[in-house]
């Protein structure tokens, strides 16, 4: 079975300040994990992946995200958010050894106020 | 944008009609992935198609069915609509390489389609 915690259903921050996403995983095999953003009434974009390598993935936008295998987390991280960051995020997991199936959490809605 | 094409955006049923959805792969993806979000959470897989077929399901009911052309398009049917089926419904393209599992990108989503059962 494989399944994704995102703990927090909101995030607020200030415009120019940093922006944290957590995100923690739980996958049988070798996991590959993906993030994504959805803004209102709109499908999913997607940020960054991380499949093997570097322990830190850059994505669209300014994101990056740092794979911790001991912590089975997968935080998104933006060093300085915008105001146009604000959305929907969605962290996703897949076994890497199964295709079929892409398992998302519950989201979070990050507010970046001016 | 995706190149992920889905019809129509929106759809008003009642309970017990059934409903078909219709999506286009971004050019050169084999393979269809479809989703159901419920309002306030996220994505749950239904089924993916790959070659015509099904190629994995999610837990939901027989009366949730699908199929994919030789152009690799794809429909969703949902028969006897109940409440609960209200939701907008993603479609997702990728491509699969071969019989061996050796796809390790991303899915590329379309905007979906939000079907209101009443």
């Known amino acids: 079975a494989q399944s994704v915690a995102q703990p927090e259903d909101q995030v607020n921050v200030a415009e120019g300040n940093p922006l944290t996403v957590k995100c923690t995983y739980s996958?049988?095999?070798?996991?590959?994990l993906f993030w994504y953003v959805q803004y209102p009434n709109r499908g999913l974009q997607f940020l960054l992946k991380y499949i093997t390598g570097d322990n830190l993935v850059k994505g669209s936008y300014g994101f990056e995200a740092e794979f911790n295998k001991s912590q089975t987390s997968f935080h998104l991280k933006k060093p300085s958010a915008l105001v146009s960051d604000s959305a929907l995020y969605f962290c996703a997991v897949r076994d890497g050894g199964n295709d079929y199936k892409l398992s998302f959490g519950a989201g979070t809605t990050v507010t970046v106020r001016a | 944008e995706t190149g992920v094409t889905q019809s129509p955006t929106h759809l008003i049923k009642t309970r017990g009609q059934q409903v078909t959805l219709r999506c286009s792969s971004q050019?050169?993806?084999?393979?269809v992935s479809w989703y159901q979000q419920a309002l306030g959470q996220g994505p749950q897989f239904i089924f993916q198609y790959y070659r015509e077929e099904e190629n994995g399901r999610g837990n939901f009911p027989p009366r949730f069915s699908g199929l994919q052309f030789p152009n690799y398009s794809s429909e969703l049917n949902v028969n006897a609509l109940e409440l609960d089926d209200s939701a907008l419904y993603l479609c997702a393209s990728s491509l699969r390489q071969g019989a061996r599992i050796t796809n390790t990108g991303e899915l590329f989503f379309g905007e979906g389609s939000r079907l209101t059962v009443l």
């Open positions: 050019s050169g993806h084999n393979t």
């Open positions: 996958v049988s095999g070798n996991p590959y």
